[in-house]
C-alpha cells in the first residue's frame, strides 16, 4: 500500500508545472517567531545559539519555556520545538509516565537528578512548519499554552489546580 502511494506522489509530481515546484520553503524566520510570541505577551530573550542549537527563551508568567529551531538555513527555520523542563524532590518516572499515557501532543521524559540534584521532568512539542506565515502557529501554541501549566502542577512544579 505505502509503495503504491509512494508510486502516485511521484508520478504526481512529475505532472506539476516547474512554478508550483518552486513555491516557497516551509518554514519561518526566528526573528519572525520571537516577534510573534512577543505580540501575544511572552517576554522573549534575544537569540542564544551553542554550536548547531538555536533556541529562544520565554517567559510568560510563572512558566519559563524553550523554543528551539531546527532545519535553519539564513535564521529560517522548518521545524521548532517548545520545550520546557521542572525540577523538585517528588517527581517520578510514574508521574511521567502517567502524563504520557493519560494525554497527547505534548511528550515527556524523565531524568533523574545528578548526586544529591532533584529529578527533572522534561515536557516537548514539535511543530512541523509550512510556507504561509506566523499564523500558523496559533493553533499550537495555544495547546502549549494550555497544557504546559497542566503539565507544571502534574509534576508538582505549580500548585494543584482549585476543584471547580
Known amino acids: 500500500m505505502i509503495r503504491s502511494l509512494a508510486a502516485v506522489a511521484a508520478a504526481m509530481s512529475l ?71 521542572f525540577a523538585n524532590e517528588s517527581i517520578t518516572p510514574g508521574m511521567v509516565n502517567d502524563w504520557n499515557r493519560e494525554r497527547r501532543f505534548l511528550k ?11 529529578a527533572t521532568a522534561a515536557v516537548q512539542y514539535d511543530l512541523l512548519l509550512q510556507p504561509g506565515g506566523v499564523d500558523q502557529l496559533t493553533d499550537p501554541t495555544a495547546v502549549w499554552v494550555t497544557m504546559l501549566p497542566e503539565f507544571a502542577r502534574h509534576v508538582g512544579y505549580l500548585p494543584a489546580a482549585p476543584a471547580q
Open 15 to 85: 505532472a506539476v508545472p516547474a512554478a508550483a515546484q518552486t513555491a516557497s520553503e516551509p518554514g519561518l524566520a526566528i526573528a519572525e517567531v520571537g516577534a510573534w510570541i512577543a505580540s501575544k505577551g511572552g517576554v522573549v530573550e534575544p537569540v542564544q545559539r551553542q554550536g548547531d542549537e538555536v533556541w529562544l527563551t520565554v517567559r510568560d508568567g510563572d512558566l519559563t519555556w524553550l523554543v528551539f529551531f531546527y532545519g535553519c538555513r539564513n535564521d529560517v527555520c522548518a521545524d521548532l520545538q517548545y520545550s520546557a523542563s
Open 108 to 118: 515527556a521524559f524523565h531524568s533523574p537528578g545528578a548526586a544529591g540534584e532533584p
